[in-house]
């Protein structure tokens, strides 16, 4: 009997050891495909993506703001061969009427090189100043150079010519970001000129957006050579604020400014203090724009003289036009990641912007209807 029961218990156990068999086997298996965390290798966070988030929207709505208004820094960089064309009437309380037409722009060669460009009024910083006469030789045509582009820098050989005179020279940029969403942008430039003889330009910018629509900006420039007053300055504090016509055709910017320029050498003074607002729209195209910039004065040209306030107006009537070359840039709303919030009471969905829409500020309620 005693057999017989030792037979039962042994056939039973059986599968029981079968079974710790496999799960052990399985365990050691999991254990096997298991690897710890290596702790030199960095994990992304929420709060890093939020952060590039910001950082992307922040640099688009820059960019944006930049081609709009037609910033010569950035449409020295940009891919886009692009044409300018302003007819400009400046009324000034002590100088009178003026008229002028200026071309501006660059032109891409890619037969010659894809780093090669053919530059009209290459004087980059010159938006600082209408009135400005920082080694300002009137129109040209230049060449630039790419000779190195990189995520935060930029290197370019320039030469301009003017008639009878050359401009040789080289052009340095750096740029990046800090505290989230403000933007810097550095820019050296040496240059040498037949007449000015050698001189160099310093540009500091810093970007900060307020809100969906809005950008703040603070600019400072400074040219100092072998033929200059000591170091010519200025320094310009700008608001810019976009939206569209209540039919949402056409875009409406407003640059609202105030900037201070002055010398160092022989005397060091302030040359003029002046306050504005710029107004600038499309109008019938995409590429035509009406500018009117009404200003306030209160400067003084040589050290001896009083200081006097002088009103200035001035309307321009603009043609611009590009063709973008490489599709980097955005041309409709739908495909650009700062163009989805502009003002209109829009009643796009995320559906059509292909993410989350949020309302943007409306700087002005309701739009401007010009």
């Not at 910039?293 to 603009?318: G, I, M, T």
Request: hydrophobic share 35%; charged share 30%.
């Amino acid at each position: 009997m005693q057999i017989w029961l030792l037979l039962l218990l042994m056939l039973t156990t059986q599968p029981l050891i079968a079974g710790d068999t496999e799960v052990a086997s399985d365990l050691e298996s999991d254990i096997d495909e298991w690897h710890a965390d290596d702790p030199n290798e960095p994990t992304e966070h929420w709060v890093d993506s939020g952060h590039e988030y910001a950082a992307a929207k922040a640099q688009a709505l820059t960019q944006w703001m930049d081609d709009y208004f037609g910033e010569p820094n950035y449409e020295l960089e940009s891919a886009d061969s692009l044409i300018r064309v302003d007819f400009t009437t400046n009324w000034d309380q002590e100088d009178g009427n003026t008229n002028n037409v200026r071309l501006r722009g660059k032109l891409y060669l890619p037969n010659l090189s894809k780093r090669l460009n053919l530059v009209f009024n290459d004087e980059d910083g010159d938006e600082l100043d209408p009135d400005s006469d920082l080694r300002d030789g009137g129109s040209n045509l230049g060449l630039v150079y790419e000779v190195t582009d990189g995520k935060s820098s930029r290197v370019d050989l320039t030469l301009g010519l003017r008639w009878n005179r050359l401009r040789p020279g080289i052009r340095y940029r750096y740029q990046g970001h800090f505290w989230d969403v403000n933007r810097y942008r550095l820019t050296q430039r040496l240059q040498w000129d037949t007449k000015d003889r050698l001189f160099a330009t310093s540009q500091a910018e810093i970007n900060r957006p307020l809100s969906e629509n809005t950008v703040l900006r603070w600019n400072n420039k400074a040219v100092y050579g072998q033929e200059t007053d000591g170091t010519e300055w200025i320094t310009r504090l700008s608001l810019f604020q976009r939206a569209r016509t209540h039919e949402g055709n056409h875009r409406v910017g407003i640059n609202y400014y105030g900037s201070v320029k002055g010398v160092t050498d022989p005397e060091s003074y302030v040359r003029n203090y002046r306050v504005g607002v710029l107004f600038r729209r499309s109008i019938f195209r995409k590429f035509l724009f009406l500018e009117l910039e009404p200003a306030y004065n209160y400067r003084k040209r040589d050290p001896d003289e009083k200081r006097q306030f002088a009103w200035s107006v001035a309307l321009r009537f603009q043609i611009a036009l590009e063709s973008n070359l490489d599709g980097k840039k955005y041309h409709t709303p739908d495909e650009d990641p700062a163009d989805d919030n502009i003002s209109i009471g829009s009643t796009r969905i995320p559906e059509q912007t292909g993410a989350p829409y949020q309302a943007a500020a409306d700087p002005f309620i309701p739009a401007f209807s010009l």
